[in-house]
């Protein structure tokens, strides 16, 4: 470190691990953010830039709105997916276009066939019970929710649900398990929030952050 | 079945040091509130809902704790306390030499999701100005919030200064419905471009129209942004609450508190009866604000007296959890 920051200087960044891993971290090489590859690659939870004005922490996506809603993170880069069903009051600037997927109903073949609406209430297997209600409900259609927290497209296969709500990228888990997208919900893609009352107190280090990832997008 | 000993979501109970500190922190704001000359009023914990339910908006409104007593009437909670010192003034206290200074400290009940810095019953620290001159009046307010602050060991602290009049002008002639506004209103809270972009195409907004709402999510600043905002419009509301924000930001440069201000016109979200100014009060090391004010020049209208009115509240728990020097 060249030379030292003022902690109140200091922004923290929570950061989703998994999906949007990767492209985060070249994200932020993009935007000039020097960050120590061998730490950043590690398992390390929480990390600096070369420069120290940044804190990093890897959290699990969905833990991401919550540490970035209560100021213990400034900011954030999490999926939309995971804002919408989180429903955070945080600030959302900026679509840093990563992660792009969307997300879809799906199921088997067979059962993409039949008009869902004619039933008189859709099950649906998900991870996203808050999005899902809201597409069905706001069809007029009832809708009973069968939470899980991963492998949701084993659910059709294994008769749980002959339906479910999922992120779909490339669309191969699906096609593996026989499963094809029925209806496309919403696009997805990696967001930056910020903190209310950060944006607000650290507003030119904010600022400038915005402003760098913003302009590494259009490049 | 619920156990005896269960507690409800989002209630809390003090003892120990915890209530020593928090009577400690209400008579050092309540200090400051007396040295200003506002007296205390303690309003009742419930009244009929519609003295709450006109003027909060309909997200607010949701959280209502509703209530039926035996004669069939609609009862609500309080969840603040500016409709009740406004329902009071314009009933009892109408003749009284203005300006009219109260204050009030108690409970407040939203029923929402207990999360991100709220409970259901919460405490509220704060004062109303009623029937004053404006620019003198909403300047005191602020004063008496910064002056509290000091008070309890918070030097560092940034009032975020919007004008609902701005916003109000700006989309007056855009003819869209109150559900299409709210979502709008919502998209700039949240500072979104994107959500943005998207709704303003859904409504088919001209490209003019969606310029001037993208260039108001970053109207934000010192002084110079009021004339930047200034060059964006030309209807006569926008303007007018232009020309009362600078006049206020010209009133506390005057009382040298204007180091403590951002003007911040993006600043949209707040209860459906502010009129004019409204600012939220920032302490760095907390993640959300500690308190909010603004001013309601209609909500006395309601109760059948016409006053001008401004005021402010701390959030209690939310001063609590900063480290604050009580001397």
Redesign the interface.
């Known amino acids: 470190m060249s030379k030292p920051v003022k902690s109140?200087e200091i922004l923290s960044v929570a950061l989703s691990k998994g999906r949007l891993q990767d492209a985060t971290l070249e994200l932020l090489g993009r935007a000039g953010v020097e960050l120590d590859t061998s730490e950043a690659g590690s398992r390390k939870l929480i990390f600096r830039d070369r420069s120290g004005c940044f804190q990093f922490f890897m959290l699990k996506p969905v833990d991401v709105p919550t540490y970035v809603?209560?100021?213990?993170a400034d900011l954030g880069i999490a999926g939309w997916d995971v804002l919408l069903e989180s429903e955070?009051?945080?600030?959302?600037?900026?679509?840093l276009g990563i992660g792009r997927c969307i997300m879809a109903v799906a199921g088997p073949r067979t059962t993409a066939r039949k008009n869902y609406r004619e039933l008189s209430a859709v099950r649906i297997a998900t991870k996203y019970p808050r999005i899902t209600t809201d597409h069905f409900t706001r069809q007029g259609v009832p809708v009973e929710i069968i939470y899980l927290s991963g492998s949701v497209e084993l659910a059709p296969r294994l008769g749980l649900s002959e339906r479910i709500v999922d992120l779909v990228a490339t669309g191969r888990t699906l096609a593996d398990n026989g499963l094809q997208v029925i209806e496309p919900i919403c696009e997805v893609s990696a967001?930056l929030i910020?903190?209310?009352?950060?944006?607000?107190?650290?507003?030119q280090a904010v600022s400038r952050l915005i402003q760098r990832l913003a302009d590494s997008l259009n490049r | 079945m619920k156990t005896l000993t269960q507690v409800p979501l989002g209630t809390q109970v003090l003892f120990g040091p915890a209530v020593k500190r928090r009577r400690r922190v209400e008579r050092l704001v309540f200090s400051i509130f007396s040295r200003w000359k506002y007296e205390e009023i303690i309003p009742p914990i419930f009244d009929y809902y519609d003295v709450f339910s006109k003027g909060m908006g309909a997200e607010l409104e949701e959280t209502l704790y509703r209530f039926v007593d035996r004669e069939g009437n609609l009862l609500a909670l309080r969840p603040e306390f500016t409709s009740l010192v406004a329902k009071t003034v314009a009933t009892r206290l109408q003749d009284r030499p203005k300006p009219l200074r109260l204050c009030y400290c108690g409970d407040v009940l939203r029923y929402e999701a207990p999360r991100g810095g709220r409970q259901r019953e919460s405490f509220q620290l704060g004062i109303e100005n009623i029937g004053g001159e404006r620019v003198a009046c909403d300047a005191e307010v602020i004063q008496v919030a910064m002056e509290a602050l000091q008070r309890v060991g918070i030097d560092r602290f940034q009032f975020n200064l919007g004008e609902m009049g701005f916003f109000a002008g700006l989309v007056e002639r855009f003819g869209l419905s109150a559900q299409d506004l709210s979502r709008i209103r919502k998209l700039i809270d949240r500072k979104d471009p994107v959500g943005l972009q998207a709704e303003m195409e859904r409504l088919q907004l001209s490209p003019r129209r969606r310029e001037v709402l993208h260039a108001l999510l970053h109207l934000t600043g010192n002084g110079e942004t009021i004339d930047a905002a200034r060059r964006l419009v030309s209807n006569e509301k926008s303007l007018s609450a232009l020309d009362n924000l600078a006049g206020l930001y010209a009133e506390l440069q005057r009382r040298k508190l204007a180091q403590h201000v951002t003007i911040d016109l993006s600043e949209v979200r707040g209860l459906d009866y502010y009129t004019g100014i409204i600012f939220k009060i920032y302490v760095p090391g907390l993640g959300f604000e500690v308190g909010s004010g603004g001013r309601y020049d209609n909500l006395l209208k309601n109760f059948g007296c016409d006053l001008p009115s401004v005021g402010f509240t701390f959030f209690l728990e939310r001063l609590m959890a900063l480290p604050l020097k009580l001397r």
């Open positions: 109140e809603e209560y100021g213990v955070s009051d945080v600030h959302q600037p900026l679509d967001r910020v903190n209310r009352a950060s944006y607000q107190v650290k507003r």
